[in-house]
């Protein structure tokens, strides 16, 4: 009979870092539909795809990845924002396809001031990171997010304009986030500041 003693396995983790994943996926779905609030082009198909399968898939896919490599606020954040898209292409799906009626402007409005106070606690979170990419995303994100509250509460045109700036420079810092990320760890130094 043979023992064992004293071996032992070490397992290293060689799964790379999610978070750019999850940031281009955030970044382009964002800048895309933001560019539609700006009046570029109508939210058509273009823009209901890019949210599902970049905004959506990427985000929660990053976010499974994080989670798995044992971050927390990033597994959370990605996953949760990931699963916002969904709901989002589901909600200008839905009542095009005679499944359900659309939303009303107030319900809009609970439905995106949610989001917000959900980011401005994320954003909070950032903070003690202090990681100033992650929280310039945050910040902008929590601001996108009350302006289309506000928009879809009272109907104002010129402010969705705003919004759709406002969403436009949130996704830009959101690629840039994502790139910077890429670049540094190709690098294997901070080549791009985060």
């Known amino acids: 009979m043979s023992e064992n003693v004293g071996t032992s396995t070490t397992i290293v983790d060689k799964t790379a870092n999610a978070a750019p994943l999850g940031f281009t996926g955030l970044g382009l779905a964002a800048v895309l539909l933001s560019l539609s609030y700006i ?3 109508p939210a058509g198909s273009m823009v209901v795809s890019m949210a599902i399968f970049l905004g ?5 896919f990053a976010g499974i990845m994080c989670w798995k490599k044992g971050d927390v606020f990033a597994g959370t954040a990605f996953s949760a924002f990931g699963l916002f898209w969904f709901s989002l292409a589901g909600l200008l799906v839905m009542p095009a396809m ?3 009626e659309a ?4 319900a809009m409005a ?4 949610i989001w917000g106070v959900y980011t401005f606690v994320m954003l909070i979170i ?6 100033r990419a992650l929280q310039f995303v945050f910040f902008t994100l929590f601001v996108l ?3 289309l509250a506000v928009v879809n509460a009272t109907g104002s045109t010129g ?3 705003v919004a759709g700036y406002v969403g436009l420079i949130m996704g830009l810092g959101s690629l840039y986030t994502a790139l910077a990320m890429v670049m540094n760890d190709v690098h294997g130094k901070t080549v791009v500041p985060l």
Not at 103 to 106: L, M, N
């Open 110 to 113: 609970a439905y995106l001031s």
């Open 145 to 147: 997010f009350m302006l």
């Open 126 to 131: 950032t903070m003690k990171i202090g990681v």
């Open 159 to 161: 402010l969705l304009v």
């Open 98 to 100: 005679g499944w359900a």
């Open 56 to 60: 959506g898939f990427a985000q929660v």
């Open 39 to 41: 009046g570029v082009y």
């Open 103 to 106: 939303s009303s402007g107030i």
